[in-house]
């Protein structure tokens, strides 16, 4: 049931809204009759006169120099063969993505309905005028050899086939990493291929031209090893056929310092790990399922490093890691082709990367205090924002020297600039959030369980790893849902506040309630009577510890859902009251947005602690904030009383915590007009820095700013998120979609995790105090 199911999660995600995941958007101003006039006729000759008196300006007039082709035949995708042109599609719009999502470069996919060699490279070759790059795809070998051999020839642009030289550059890196820790040299070491594919000839290529010696190398193919007896190897394996004819892989691994897999799963054993050489070095890189497990690998040898191909494991081999970024350095430069310096730059840049400090954002990501430089961290991970800007350049840098850059880059310093405002931090936001949850899930109540976009949303949260959900509802109705709807919660506990069954716990929820609202106007009855009502039950679940968090809200209104929850897990401790904030997914990156769900009126104090509260969370996303407070009065412009309310908040914000970045009160357009805040107010904490977290005055301009952005501005709305609550418990919009549950069930399990740690670290340090009191 749940592989049918990830299938048919899998064929929604492609088919729903506009099919595809690719689209393409204008660029310029496209709305007057004028506007149409300067894009196409008759203003558009004016371009293609200067491009025709000199071809160099295409670079200038059109997309041409940020724009890849990904083309594919189709003839080796994924695990899964020749499955045809059409077939290859999805995929090749995803690699689309991650073009632009990691490194901003646009991409058309073209898929050829063309598998004789001859013909593809004449069809890819009449293609050139269109792309900047061209980045080969899915093509089988050993034609693939043959075609980005002749394309990078007589193409003066970069030309690359990923699946050779994607894994051979990210392997590259890992390897040069793990020689250093292992105190080897690789011109010395003893290296085992099992597997000859274009991958792994293109690993061994790679790791000749870093200075391994070809007679070091035994390689097998599916026909067995690599010998010189043999009359059917290509002309590309025949360096590398050293081994004896006959020669097994379990004999060929004993004494050998290096195992690189590129073949299928299961066929190393704890035996043969065993018998390779003192502090031996395993990259298992097939996919799903490594030549050898992790756990069997790292228990057969403590000296071992160990790489593999999948995310769930320390030095993941990850294509993401190179493609994007090469090209991008390519394509910065106008480089005529991609060469072996620029591979070489692009494995050294990986390497010396991982060697320097990890930023706190990707210790985030991965749930650890501190990543560092050793035997489970050789290459840096997916999720580092540095590595755009430093694979870029160094690939850049290599095509200048080589002389295949036509567009010298001078000031290395702006290029650098350049490359990090090209992405903002949007997708990576959600992306870090997403792997720190999944490092750690945590139990997840869903209030309103009876809803079939609540039971998709548990479902996904449970095959992405986020949580573990907790399902309130009556249980016959769920199910009925879920079964209509195709969807799978046969392991999902299911608690029916309202039924007999739970009529115990409604008691003990109830008393401990009780003692909780006693004098605050809920009687004994009343007490163990609303607790069969699932917000108040879910609170309680949260509050007692049986469950981590709570996600409600999608069809009650916000102060119903909102009012058990201050009443069951009350506000922090040093907090009166409790504030909603929007994360916003913008194209300037992540704006956060405060107070937009609770306080009508806050008065100047209450504006200060809805500052701190949304300030303080910002932070837990590992941002530091840079607080605007917004008003339509800029620093004294106006002499109104609600103007001087947001200058009196802002001046107790800045006693309270003179280190945090704020300022106002200002119009919401200054704050992102950089210049004309530096022309008009020099003063200001807030000139030459990028604003990300906004106050409003009150609930109406929070609310409507929020609104707006979401339905005009481009933005994708997460939240709202609740500040200030003792325990997580986050309120959803009315006909929130699947998406953007998921999106607060994630936000939910850090704030669990952090609650956690954070309540961790006060009962050692109480634990401290206790002991220092007794000895004193």
């Not at 009315?734 to 999106?743: A, F, T, Y």
């Amino acid at each position: 049931m749940a592989k049918d199911l990830r299938k048919q999660q899998a064929l929604e995600y492609h088919a729903k809204g506009r099919p595809g995941k690719i689209e393409v958007v204008p660029t310029k101003e496209a709305k007057t009759q004028r506007d149409l006039s300067l894009a196409y006729s008759p203003g558009v000759a004016e371009p293609c006169k200067e491009i025709a008196a000199h071809k160099e300006n295409v670079y200038k007039y059109t997309a041409k120099g940020n724009l890849v082709g990904v083309i594919s035949n189709g003839t080796a995708v994924l695990g899964l063969g020749d499955i045809g042109p059409e077939a290859s599609k999805p995929v090749m719009e995803g690699k689309g993505v991650l073009f632009k999502i990691f490194a901003d470069i646009d991409v058309f996919d073209i898929e050829i309905n063309e598998t004789d060699p001859e013909k593809f490279i004449q069809i890819v070759k009449a293609l050139e005028p269109t792309f900047g790059g061209i980045n080969l795809e899915d093509i089988k070998a050993p034609e693939c050899f043959v075609i980005e051999k002749a394309l990078r020839e007589q193409l003066s642009i970069p030309v690359m086939h990923d699946d050779q030289h994607g894994t051979a550059i990210i392997s590259a890196a890992a390897l040069l990493n793990a020689l250093q820790i292992q105190k080897k040299k690789i011109d010395k070491v003893c290296f085992v291929i099992n597997g000859a594919g274009a991958a792994a000839m293109a690993c061994i290529q790679l790791y000749v031209s870093l200075g391994a010696r070809p007679e070091n190398f035994q390689v097998f193919d599916i026909k067995g090893a690599l010998s010189r007896d043999r009359d059917d190897l290509e002309d590309f394996k025949k360096p590398f056929a050293n081994a004896k004819p006959g020669t097994t892989l379990d004999q060929a691994l004993k004494n050998a310092d290096v195992f690189v897999g590129l073949s299928v799963g299961n066929v190393v054993t704890a035996n043969m790990v065993k018998s390779m050489a003192k502090n031996p070095i395993v990259f298992a890189m097939a996919n799903p399922d490594p030549e050898i497990s992790w756990e069997e690998a790292k228990n057969a040898r403590k000296d071992l490093i160990m790489a593999t191909g999948r995310s769930d494991y320390p030095n993941q081999v990850n294509n993401v890691l190179g493609f994007p970024y090469i090209f991008r350095g390519a394509l910065d430069v106008r480089a005529t082709g991609i060469n072996e310096a620029m591979k070489l730059a692009a494995v050294k840049a990986l390497a010396e990367l991982a060697q320097s400090p990890v930023p706190d954002i990707v210790n985030l990501a991965y749930n650890t205090k501190t990543i560092t430089f050793g035997p489970e961290y050789i290459i840096p991970k997916p999720l580092d924002p540095r590595l755009l800007a430093t694979v870029a350049p160094a690939v850049a840098k290599a095509a200048i020297e080589t002389g295949l850059a036509q567009y010298p880059i001078t000031d290395w310093e702006g290029y650098t600039t350049e490359l990090n405002k090209r992405l903002g931090l949007d997708n990576q936001v959600v992306r870090v959030l997403n792997s720190k949850a999944r490092r750690d899930p945590r139990r997840i109540v869903f209030a309103e369980a009876d809803n079939v976009k609540i039971l998709k949303a548990a479902q996904q949260v449970i095959d992405e790893g986020i949580g573990y959900p907790i399902l309130l509802g009556d249980e016959n109705k769920i199910r009925n849902i879920a079964l209509a709807n195709g969807i799978d919660i046969e392991d999902l506990p299911i608690f029916d506040p309202r039924s007999d069954a739970m009529e115990e716990r409604r008691n003990v929820f109830g008393e401990l309630f009780f003692k909780k609202r006693g004098r605050k106007g809920f009687n004994a009855y009343e007490s163990r009577k609303v607790m069969k009502d699932r917000n108040y039950f879910g609170c309680m679940m949260v509050e007692t510890g049986e469950a981590d968090c709570m996600i409600s809200g999608l069809s009650k209104n916000y102060p119903d859902t909102i009012r058990p929850a201050i009443q069951c897990i009350g506000v922090e401790d040093g907090t009166k009251r409790i504030a909603g904030m929007y994360l916003m997914l913008t194209k300037k990156g992540p704006i956060f947005l405060a107070d937009t769900t609770v306080n009508f009126h806050p008065t100047a104090e209450e504006l200060a602690e809805i500052t701190r509260l949304a300030a303080q969370e910002v932070r837990h996303f590992n941002i530091t904030p840079r607080i605007a407070m917004l008003s339509y009065s800029n620093f004294g412009s106006s002499n109104s009383e609600e103007a001087h309310l947001v200058a009196r908040a802002r001046e107790i914000v800045k006693k309270q915590d003179p280190s945090l970045i704020v300022d106002g009160e200002m119009q919401a357009s200054l704050a992102f007009n950089n210049e004309l805040l530096k022309d008009n107010y020099p003063f200001s904490e807030l000139v030459d820095k990028a604003v990300n977290t906004l106050i409003f005055p009150n609930l109406a301009a929070g609310n409507v700013a929020y609104n707006l952005l979401k339905e005009l501005g481009g933005s994708e709305a997460i939240g709202p998120i609740l500040l200030g609550l003792k325990k997580p418990v986050h309120i959803l919009q009315l006909g929130s979609s699947v998406r953007n549950i998921v999106n607060m069930a994630t936000i939910a399990v850090v704030d669990a995790q952090i609650k956690n740690e954070q309540a961790n670290e006060e009962a050692i340090r109480r634990s401290k105090w206790w002991k220092r009191l007794k000895k004193a």
